[in-house]
């Protein structure tokens, strides 16, 4: 299995738990089918391995360095390292997840996944894949904003 990652959005109350509570609450997560509304794990939103794909197609490169485009999915402060080698935790401030939000709700993805050179030689099931990422991420994104949550995101190393 490569790298993956998974965000949640949350309260400042959960958040000054500590990385230890972060860390329980990403596990408790990854052993949980449905995602949806109706569970306690409805602010967390799945990349998967798929993550270097979105990022490509936000900004054309996998590990983009600069701007905003830098925060949507690995971004933010890193707070440690956690679990497997490779894994840590990185938060994103309310500040910064207003400025994602922003920025995400500016793309348009029918535009990004089907132009981007670097995703039109990748099959069409994989290119849906990317666009549905996407598209979770623009409303995870509006709803932490409006909400005033923060962002943290939990990287699984390979």
């Given at each position: 299995?490569?790298?993956?990652?998974?965000?949640?959005?949350?309260?400042e109350a959960e958040f000054?738990?500590?990385?230890d509570?972060?860390?329980?609450?990403?596990?408790?997560?990854?052993g949980?089918?449905e995602?949806?509304?109706?569970?306690?794990?409805?602010n967390?939103c799945?990349?998967g391995?798929?993550?270097?794909?979105?990022?490509?197609?936000?900004?054309?490169?996998?590990?983009?360095?600069?701007?905003?485009?830098?925060?949507?999915v690995?971004?933010?402060?890193?707070?440690?390292e956690?679990?497997?080698?490779?894994?840590?935790?990185?938060?994103l401030?309310?500040?910064?997840?207003?400025?994602?939000?922003?920025?995400l709700?500016?793309?348009?993805i029918?535009?990004i996944?089907?132009?981007g050179?670097?995703?039109?030689?990748?099959p069409?099931?994989v290119?849906s894949?990317?666009r549905q990422?996407l598209?979770?991420l623009?409303?995870f994104?509006?709803?932490a904003?409006?909400?005033?949550?923060l962002?943290?995101?939990r990287?699984?190393g390979?």
């Amino acid at each position: 299995m490569g790298m993956s990652v998974t965000t949640w959005r949350l309260d400042e109350a959960e958040f000054i738990r500590g990385k230890d509570y972060l860390e329980s609450r990403f596990e408790a997560a990854q052993g949980e089918e449905e995602w949806g509304e109706e569970t306690d794990f409805s602010n967390f939103c799945e990349i998967g391995e798929l993550w270097d794909l979105v990022n490509v197609a936000i900004s054309g490169d996998p590990i983009p360095t600069q701007g905003v485009e830098s925060l949507v999915v690995l971004g933010g402060d890193m707070l440690g390292e956690v679990g497997e080698p490779g894994g840590l935790i990185t938060a994103l401030t309310r500040q910064e997840v207003a400025e994602v939000s922003h920025f995400l709700r500016g793309l348009s993805i029918d535009l990004i996944v089907t132009t981007g050179e670097r995703l039109s030689n990748l099959p069409d099931f994989v290119i849906s894949e990317v666009r549905q990422r996407l598209e979770d991420l623009q409303s995870f994104y509006a709803l932490a904003a409006q909400e005033g949550h923060l962002v943290v995101t939990r990287v699984y190393g390979p």
